[in-house]
């Protein structure tokens, strides 16, 4: 579940990403690793996972982690073959969603591959690139699936009617993730291995000043939110430079950092939230003496599925799941109190796990 980040040259990618790799080196319950140099894991901010370590006086505390993928060298042509061209959308091609920095910063200093700031044609620039090289993809299916038409494929003739009209849309200037199709489709759809299938989460990069006088929403903001808008994404405005900073820094410093900004939460846990979100992805907890850990699962997972996450055989002999929600948890105080008020629920194999249950599986193997 890796999520890929791309943009234009010199807006801010390689800052973002040492700050995301430099942050998963800082987090000590993480183990750290860098699988490849462009590849950063990161631990998924969780202050339950706090609570719960000092009411189980904890041993081990384990976040759960997401990955970034750094696609650097996407420039105008690179579906041509322009820069390291296929090379790099092949690479987004292995990513379940991307991450699009956007500059949102003027610095004379630092020169913009188009020779002026303009998010919005910025944006445009690298989806278009995604555009053609989708084009390609779906021209080579097409040329398929009309040789199985012809032959009396009766499935061959609905699905080309379904890539005639995304090609209709792509060749439109549109990303396939706006076409409207029914959830069949979309089934099809995900089969294609699509670049523009796959969701997106803008970032717009402000420059420090930007975020100290509290103009998070200045001009450059303002357009690609409305870009955004109209295509059902998301954005995260950040100061890449400042997360780069930020990272470096232990706890109580960030802390300290944070106050004078007038800010809660870094950019970077606005970007590993929203980028959990984005591959539809939830937490469920477990807690106990020995560690509390967060465990990833798709939203919509069933109990069974949730449990084979921890173990194959917890999966395999399941009994059922002894749970109570994180709040109400918290609100007792403690397991004991919690149980004496009855708010542990055992569930069956039919449960669809909630973000933040908190769970004790019962199987026998
Ligand atoms: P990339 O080519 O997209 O990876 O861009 P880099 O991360 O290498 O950034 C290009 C230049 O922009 C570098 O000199 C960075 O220091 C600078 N830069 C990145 N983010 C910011 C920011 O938030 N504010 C300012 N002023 N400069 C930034």
Not at 25 to 48: H, L
Not at 169 to 179: D, F, I, M, Q, S
Request: hydrophobic share 40%; charged share 30%.
């Amino acid at each position: 579940m890796k999520l890929g980040i791309v943009g234009l040259p010199n807006v801010g990618k390689s800052t973002l990403f040492n700050a995301i790799t430099q942050a998963g080196a800082e987090s000590a319950n993480y183990p750290f690793c860098t699988i490849e140099p462009n590849v950063g894991v990161v631990a998924v901010p969780d202050k339950r996972l706090d609570v719960l370590e000092k009411m189980y006086n904890s041993r081990k505390k384990v976040h759960a982690s997401i990955e970034f993928y750094d696609i650097a060298g996407l420039v105008k042509g690179a579906s041509q073959g322009e820069g390291l061209g296929n090379k790099f959308l092949s690479h987004i091609r292995e990513v379940a969603a991307i991450v699009h920095v956007v500059r949102a910063f003027d610095d004379e200093n630092i020169v913009h591959v188009d020779g002026s700031v303009d998010p919005v044609r910025d944006i445009e620039t690298i989806n278009l690139e995604l555009i053609f090289s989708d084009i390609e993809v779906l021209d080579r299916r097409i040329e398929k699936t009309v040789k199985l038409a012809r032959s009396g494929d009766k499935k061959a003739k609905a699905e080309f009617e379904l890539q005639e009209r995304i090609k209709v849309h792509l060749e439109a200037g549109k990303p396939v993730r706006t076409l409207e199709v029914t959830e069949d489709e979309a089934e099809i759809i995900k089969g294609y291995f699509l670049l523009t299938s796959k969701p997106v989460l803008y970032v717009a990069n402000i420059s420090e000043e930007d975020l100290m006088n509290g103009s998070m929403e200045n001009e450059y903001v303002k357009k690609i939110k409305e870009y955004a808008t109209q295509e059902n994404s998301e954005v995260v405005v950040i100061s890449a430079k400042i997360e780069e900073e930020l990272s470096s820094l232990d706890e109580e410093e960030k802390r300290e950092l944070l106050a004078d900004y007038g800010l809660e939460e870094t950019g970077l846990d606005k970007l590993i939230h929203s980028s959990y979100k984005l591959l539809g992805l939830m937490s469920f907890l477990t807690a106990g003496e020995q560690e509390v850990r967060a465990w990833t699962i798709n939203i919509g997972t069933k109990a069974p599925a949730a449990a084979g996450k921890i173990h194959s055989d917890i999966e395999r002999g399941f009994i059922r799941a002894e749970i109570i929600s994180y709040d109400k948890l918290v609100e007792c105080g403690s397991e004991a109190a919690a149980k004496e008020k009855g708010y542990y629920r055992l569930e069956g194999k039919d449960y669809v796990m909630q973000d933040g249950d908190v769970v004790n599986f019962r199987f026998n193997v």
